[in-house]
Every structure is written in C-alpha cells, then in structure tokens.
C-alpha cells in the first residue's frame, strides 16, 4: 500500500528514501556522473579499441556494486562500437551513431498506424507497416554526413568479404548485377 504525502514528506526529512530517483541504483550511490562522464569519453574516444578498453574498464568497475549494469554494458559492447570500428567521417559517424533515424520512421508508421482499429492479420499488420514506410519515406531528408556514404559502402562490402570469404562476395555481386 502507499503512503500518504505526508508520512513521504516526514520520511525523506528523516533521511531515509522510499522509492529509487529516476535513473535507478546507480544515480543513488553517486557514481552517476563519473559513468555518465567515463562512457561520454569512451564513445567520443579516437578509436574503437580505445573506446572498447575505456567501456571493459568501467565495466570492471561497475561489477562489485552494480552487476547489472556492468553485464548490460559488456552484453552490448561489440554491437555499440560498430560504426566507430568503419573510420567513417565523423558527421555520418554521428548520425549513424544515434537512434534518431529510426525513431522517426518508427513514429512515422505509429502516426499512420494509429488509424487501425482493429488488426484482422498478419498479413493486414504487414500491409499497413509498407504503406506507412511508403508514405513517411516522402519527407526524408539526406543524412548529416551523406557523402561519406561511399566510405560506408566500402566498409559494408569490407565486412561481408571478412564474414563470408572472397568467393561469395564475388557471387553475390555477379548475381546483383
């Protein structure tokens, strides 16, 4: 059951906290600006292995009293550091580097998809989510960064010759074509 305003006011003048602030366990020890200040500086780190290294070391620091937080952190830490790992020009790095994008199409195809009141299948769910991709793609605006787009390209391509071996990359590309 939860208290009264006044029997939370009486408690937090003692000292003692009811609920967690915003940002959980680790705001409430105090290590919150230095996690925020140790991930700020390893993602804006020169290089990946750098910015790899700086997020391990917090990680490692963050085990005893947070192991939540230091498992999220490595479970992630390859995926997170992907664009960095392409030397890409650093506005497109910037850009690809956020959710951003995606959260505008996500919120483009929820502003269309709102309509429906109720979804008959999967295929309808499909349908409606193509027709909103269509209708939002109509306001897209060229990337910050657009023309370190070929140094992109050349990294993807890159990266499946490392994945699959030289000979699928060729076949794939003669199949395009």
Same mark, same amino acid.
């Given at each position: 059951?939860? &208290? @009264?305003?006044?029997e &939370?006011?009486?408690t =937090?003048?003692?000292?003692?906290?009811i609920?967690?602030? &915003?940002g959980g366990a680790?705001?409430r020890?105090?290590?919150y600006?230095? /996690?925020?200040? $140790?991930?700020h500086d390893a993602y804006?780190? *020169?290089s990946? #292995?750098a #910015?790899?290294?700086?997020l391990?070391?917090?990680a490692?620091? +963050?085990d005893?009293?947070?192991?939540g937080? #230091? *498992?999220s +952190?490595?479970?992630?830490?390859?995926?997170t550091?992907t664009v960095?790992?392409?030397?890409?020009p650093a $506005?497109?790095?910037?850009?690809? @580097?956020?959710?951003n994008p995606i959260?505008n199409?996500?919120?483009?195809?929820?502003?269309i998809?709102h309509?429906v009141?109720?979804?008959?299948?999967?295929?309808m769910?499909?349908?409606?989510v193509? $027709?909103? =991709?269509i209708?939002?793609?109509?306001?897209f &605006?060229?990337?910050?960064g657009?023309k370190g787009?070929? /140094?992109l /390209?050349?990294a +993807?391509?890159?990266n499946d +010759?490392?994945i699959?071996?030289?000979?699928?990359a060729?076949?794939?590309?003669t199949? /395009?074509?």
């Open positions: 059951m939860r &208290r @009264s305003t006044h &939370r006011s009486a =937090v003048a003692e000292g003692k906290e609920l967690p602030p &915003r680790i705001r020890t105090g290590t600006t230095s /996690v925020g200040k $140790a991930m804006h780190s *020169s990946s #292995a #910015a790899k290294s700086r391990q070391a917090l490692n620091q +963050l005893a009293d947070h192991p937080a #230091a *498992s +952190l490595r479970e992630g830490l390859d995926d550091l960095k790992a392409m030397k890409l $506005a497109l790095e910037r850009t690809l @580097s956020t959710t959260e199409l996500n919120g483009g195809i929820r502003d998809t309509r009141k109720r979804w008959r299948s999967g295929m769910i499909m349908r409606w193509a $027709a909103a =991709v209708e939002h793609a109509k306001g &605006r060229r990337l910050r657009h787009m070929p /140094v /390209v050349a +993807l391509r890159n +010759l490392t699959d071996g030289p000979n699928t060729v076949a794939d590309a199949a /395009v074509a």
